[in-house]
């Protein structure tokens, strides 16, 4: 039997490396997490501009972590 983690909802505010701040928004179609700078209007932003999480990873030197809404003001 194989277990999945439930994906995080579209919005969840992640925290990279350098600083940067994005929100999850969608999938590619081979499961990839993309995301939106923190800002930029989820469901405004075409699909081809959202960043994979991969690619972000590689140009900010390291993970994405998850951050609460109350750590971001």
Request: proline content about 7%; some cysteine; overall charge negative.
């Amino acid at each position: 039997m194989e277990h999945r983690t439930e994906p995080p909802p579209d919005g969840v505010l992640r925290q990279a490396a350098d600083g940067s701040r994005w929100r999850t928004a969608g999938r590619t179609t081979t499961g990839e997490q993309l995301y939106v700078l923190d800002g930029v209007d989820i469901e405004a932003c075409p699909v081809w501009v959202r960043e994979r999480e991969a690619l972000l990873v590689e140009l900010t030197g390291g993970p994405l972590t998850t951050i609460t809404e109350g750590d971001a003001a």
